[in-house]
């Protein structure tokens, strides 16, 4: 496929129960981006990789969360113990090189946590 | 405050309108500025990209940027049905310190575009 694509689009979790996200980007881009996305809300920034290497996770919210790239190519998102505040879509993006280049996004995981 | 504030809408136009949307921000480091439409359960699509201010104008679609006065704007002549759809204006900072190209977003607009 051509485009960003991420797994489960659909992801249902009890409260306290441990999720994991997948993003498979674009072959060969370089950078690969995280956004969490709250209804009625634009995407905001988690976590940035430049290859295998988290360059920035100022964005994630606690410690809870946790993300990876091990091969700089898919990554994964985990949320531990989720928590309803947790309920969002979750978004990745990818571009070829860093600052200035096209962010091509994926389709989302919508996780609800009850 | 927010760094990028967008009027959320909704707005509804009929068929043909030209229609405004605008953003304004706060950070002076912002200089790649876009435009994304997001439909309803999927990604965001890049529509229009601008570097620093000016104007660039595509098909219908024209993004202004002042940074002057830290407005940015898209226009959309001639809308359609198929323009219904949020809009997200997003920005970036400069190469250089530890931006490393993540976007900020404004709100999103919601546009309805009736026949």
């Known amino acids: 496929g051509a485009g960003v694509s991420q797994s489960p689009r659909y992801k249902v979790a009890k409260r306290g129960q441990d999720v994991a996200l997948r993003c498979d980007p674009i072959s060969g881009h370089v950078s690969l981006f995280w956004y969490q996305q709250a209804l009625g809300q634009g995407p905001e920034f988690l976590t940035y990789?430049?290859?295998?290497?988290?360059?920035?996770k100022s964005g994630l919210p606690s410690d809870r969360f946790f993300a990876e790239r091990p091969e700089g190519s898919v990554s994964t998102l985990k949320i531990q113990r989720t928590q309803q505040e947790d309920s969002a879509v979750y978004l990745c993006?990818?571009?070829?090189?860093?600052?200035?280049?096209?962010?091509?996004f994926g389709p989302g995981t919508r996780l609800t946590v009850l | 405050q927010k760094e990028v504030e967008q009027d959320p809408g909704p707005l509804s136009v009929p068929e043909g309108a030209i229609v405004s949307l605008n953003c304004t921000y706060s950070n002076s480091a912002f200089q790649y500025f876009m435009w994304y439409r997001q439909y309803s359960r999927k990604g965001p699509e890049l529509l229009m990209y601008t570097y620093s201010s000016g104007n660039k104008e595509d098909g219908r679609f024209t993004a202004q940027v002042d940074k002057s006065s830290k407005y940015i704007s898209l226009f959309i002549r001639d809308s359609q049905p198929s323009d219904s759809a949020t809009y997200l204006c997003a920005m970036s900072a400069n190469a250089g310190g530890t931006s490393y190209g993540k976007l900020t977003f404004g709100q999103g607009t919601i546009l309805t575009v009736h026949p």
């Open positions: 990789f430049q290859n295998e290497a988290q360059l920035d």
């Open positions: 993006a990818s571009s070829l090189r860093l600052v200035g280049d096209t962010q091509y």
